[in-house]
C-alpha cells in the first residue's frame, strides 16, 4: 500500500513527538490519558512526586502547543488531553 503523508501531517507528528521527549510531559500526558475526566495541578504534582511549579510549567508548554485543554470548575483548573491524535501515537 503506497500511501502520501502531507507535509502538514508529518510536522504535526513531529511537534507531538518533540514535545514528548520530556520525561516529564511524557509523564503527564500518561496520566492524562488514564484519567479521562482530567486531573488538576495538584494531583498530577502529588502523582508524579513533582513541584506544583515543575508542573505548572510542563502543562503551560502543552497548553501552548494545543496538546491539553484546561478548563475551570469553580477554583481548580482540570486538565485533559486536547489533541486526539495524541491518543492514537502513544501505545499506552
Known sequence: MNQ???????K??????????GPTRFKIVFLLKKNNKGLTVTEIAQLLNASL????????????????????IDR???YTLKNHRIRKILPF
Open 76 to 78: 481548580k483548573v482540570i
Open 12 to 21: 504535526e507528528s513531529f511537534k507531538i513527538i518533540r514535545l514528548l521527549c
Open 53 to 72: 511549579s515543575r508542573i505548572s510549567h510542563q502543562l503551560r508548554i502543552l497548553k501552548k502547543y494545543k496538546l491539553v485543554l484546561a478548563k475551570k
Open 4 to 10: 502520501k503523508l502531507s507535509d502538514k501531517k508529518l
